[in-house]
């Protein structure tokens, strides 16, 4: 499967292992900036500010997003940050760490929509 904006979220959740709400939360804050738990939930239609909470506190422990303030986060470079959660999975997994093109090609897709969101 070619990655491409339309099924990038399948993506990183099956190549990089993380939840469906940790997948949303990472595309939301890659494509839109820097955001707080409140920001993240009205974006992705949630009641409940702290399910995005959540999921980005896991995001900052899984090397993908940094920490602003205790409710404010912001995406690495997708790059960066696609690249950090695969070596940490293979880490867990016990399997060594290697080129991946499926996983290169996240970041790529998501880098014009950073860059996008960061540049306006």
Known sequence: MAVNLSNVEEAIISELKVSDDEAKVFLAVVKKGKMDAAKISGALGWNDEQRALAAAKSLVSRGMVIEITKTEFESLHPRFAITNRYRRRCEEEDVPFK????VDNIGI??????EDARTK
């Open 99 to 102: 080129k991946n093109l499926k």
């Open 109 to 114: 897709v998501l880098e014009k929509s950073y």
